[in-house]
């Protein structure tokens, strides 16, 4: 039949599956999960989680080319542990002797021939589909195919293979999304990427080495590389879910997750921070956001503010329907010095591009930086967005063809300035993926609408 797997394991699967598990129901269930023609995807997967596959490893890749093609991109690590220094191998550990040995005659990584580890019988299939890119890192390597496979194959580097110049920062760059296909966070090679760019106690970084061809011979290279720690990962992917920053859903027997790379990076950085620092001042944070009620006496002396997000739309109700894990609100660019003289420098993190957290150095905030997060000495408290106006019109940065005066921007309502509603349903509706909060406070905004008197 072709699996890699036991045929115990296989007894398993067919004794919990009641039917065979299809290629079309797999690609509905992944078009219901989210994942949609032209998505950039990061793919993690188990096949023995689907169910019984009709087909198997073979089945699961078409329906995933077939979700994303033709205009999509899909990618895979395919990883190969193998390559690495022997005297770091715990599972299992290889005697001394053998180590000189291993250096002197394991076949140099070969992005066609060299197999992967670990990496599960949907990779190794994928491997297999012609015209796959797979990048040139020893150890740490990825595969696409698709549009934009080799903009995100090309310059892995070799040092800090998961770091700034690997695929993964060239699919945060591309707004891409990650598939957990019947695998937990355990499983998110995109968290790695989260380790590289914080700032926590004891990173360190090891001594690595892998056979490579260097000017057509075979040599035994060495290298630094982040010591990688995925024992939090899914303490922190529970936090992720529990915050609704994914989409979560059935694809085949499996519990899959789909989310937004970016997303995940700025959750995963402070929380990393916060729970591998030791009382560390400054990146011991997380959000804590000042309640709505609390705004005026943070934000004492200017006033050209309004409440925005989830929580405008509670006190609009009159109520509040859910947990925030954020307080938002809104400015004007021309007004954003104003606002920023409310607090020291050192508490304004600038919102950049690749999920970063920039501290603010005083100087003029750049037209790219469309929000700003405020800390307090222990948490993030408050995110200010940031509205650009020209000839008293404000364009909708999502898409510029909608546009609203600049009166417009906001409402009263009981005491407080709100975002406009039908902007904030805007923003909802419009966003890369509906969230279960954003499904919410639609539903909520729509019931507030029907029952005004027009």
């Known amino acids: ?13 067919v004794e919990k599956s009641p039917h065979p598990i299809t290629v079309a129901q797999i690609l509905s269930d992944l078009k219901k999960l989210g994942l949609a023609a032209g998505d950039t995807v990061l793919v993690h997967s188990s096949l023995s989680s689907l169910g019984w596959v ?3 490893e073979q089945a699961v890749v078409e329906a995933l080319l077939q979700a994303v093609l033709p ?28 180590w000189e040995i291993i250096r002197a005659e394991t076949p140099a990584y070969n992005p066609y021939l060299t197999p992967t580890c670990g990496m599960g019988a949907i990779v190794n299939c994928f491997l297999r589909v012609p015209g796959v890119f797979r990048s040139s890192h020893p150890t740490h390597s990825f595969a696409a195919f698709g549009d934009k496979a080799a903009q995100i194959i090309s310059s892995h580097s070799l040092e800090d293979g998961m770091g700034e110049n690997s695929p993964l920062a060239r699919l945060v760059e591309l707004n891409a999304k990650i598939l957990l296909l019947g695998v937990g966070f355990e499983s998110c090679t995109m968290l790695h990427l989260a380790e590289v760019r914080a700032n926590y106690s004891d990173k360190g970084s090891m001594l690595q080495g892998s056979p490579m061809m260097v000017d057509k011979q075979r040599l035994w290279v060495e290298y630094r590389e982040l010591n990688y720690n995925s024992d939090d990962f899914v303490n922190l992917g529970d936090d992720f879910l529990a915050a609704g920053h994914a989409k979560t859903g059935s694809v085949g027997l499996s519990k899959s997750h789909l989310l937004y790379a970016d997303q995940l990076l700025r959750f995963a950085i402070p929380w990393l921070e916060k729970h ?3 009382g560390d001042m400054g990146s011991d944070l997380m959000w804590n956001p000042v309640q709505p009620d609390q705004l005026p006496q943070l934000l004492k002396g200017f006033s050209d503010w309004c409440l925005a997000g989830g929580c405008s739309v509670d006190w609009l109700i009159g109520k ?11 400015i004007m ?4 010095r104003s606002c920023l003289a409310c607090f020291s420098q050192d508490q304004v993190l600038l919102c950049a591009k690749k999920g970063l957290l920039v501290p ?4 003029q905030i750049p037209e790219d930086i469309h929000s700003i997060w405020i800390r307090d000495q222990q948490n993030y408290i408050l995110q200010i967005l940031i509205f650009d106006c020209h000839d008293d019109t404000i364009s909708y940065r999502r898409d510029k063809r909608i546009r609203w005066p600049l009166a417009s921007l906001w409402i009263e309502h009981r005491g407080m300035r709100l975002l406009n509603p039908g902007i904030t349903m805007l923003f909802k509706l419009h966003g890369r993926e509906l969230l279960p909060k954003d499904c919410h406070d639609v539903g909520l905004l729509v019931e507030y609408f029907s029952s005004l008197k027009l």
């Open 71 to 98: 205009s999509g991109t899909l990618v895979m690590p395919t990883h190969s542990s193998h390559l690495t220094e022997p005297r770091l191998w715990q599972n299992p550990p290889v005697p001394e002797s053998f």
């Open 320 to 330: 509040t329907t859910r947990t925030h894990a954020d307080t938002d609100i809104a």
């Open 276 to 278: 591998r620092n030791q």
């Open 333 to 336: 660019r021309s007004d954003l």
């Open 54 to 56: 009709a087909g198997g």
């Open 1 to 13: 039949m072709g699996y890699n797997a036991s045929m115990s394991k296989q007894s398993t699967v």
């Open 360 to 363: 603010w150095q005083g100087t």
